[in-house]
């Protein structure tokens, strides 16, 4: 995994401001980047939160899970990446049904010309008003 150091600013970085920093950065060396790992020395947060394991099990997992890029921004704030261009967009045709207070999803073209009527779906237009 390739490390970048980006320097301190002027002013005293708060986290939103150093994620932007490095998501600009990513932006310019991947060409979908997406955060898989992230922590903030300042306050001792970190993502994913995971349950037991050592304080370092956030790098771990972005190691794992196809990080390839992490920036550290500002000596305080740690970022791992991953680029996306390769993975499969989710299909978000999803309609969220209620049945007798069962709630569940229709896939797809899974639901019924019923179900959709009930949704008030209308093609070409998604779900009317």
């Not at 980006?6 to 060409?31: C, H, S």
């Not at 790098?59 to 920036?71: A, I, K, P, Q, T």
């Not at 049904?97 to 069962?102: F, Q, S, Y």
Request: proline fraction near 5%; charged fraction near 25%; aromatic fraction near 10%.
């Amino acid at each position: 995994m390739q490390t970048i150091k980006l320097p301190d600013q002027d002013t005293p970085m708060n986290f939103t401001q150093a994620r932007l920093t490095a998501v600009g950065k990513a932006d310019e060396i991947l060409k979908k980047p997406v955060i898989v790992a992230w922590k903030d020395d300042r306050t001792g947060k970190f993502a994913p939160a995971i349950p037991g394991g050592t304080a370092d099990r956030w790098h771990v997992y972005g190691e794992s899970n196809e990080g390839m890029l992490e920036l550290q921004v500002a000596d305080a704030f740690h970022f791992i990446f991953t680029d996306a261009e390769c993975f499969d967009e989710p299909d978000t045709n999803l309609a969220s049904l209620e049945d007798n207070g069962t709630k569940f999803l229709c896939l797809n073209d899974a639901c019924t010309e019923e179900d959709r009527q009930r949704l008030g779906y209308f093609p070409g237009g998604g779900l009317g008003g």
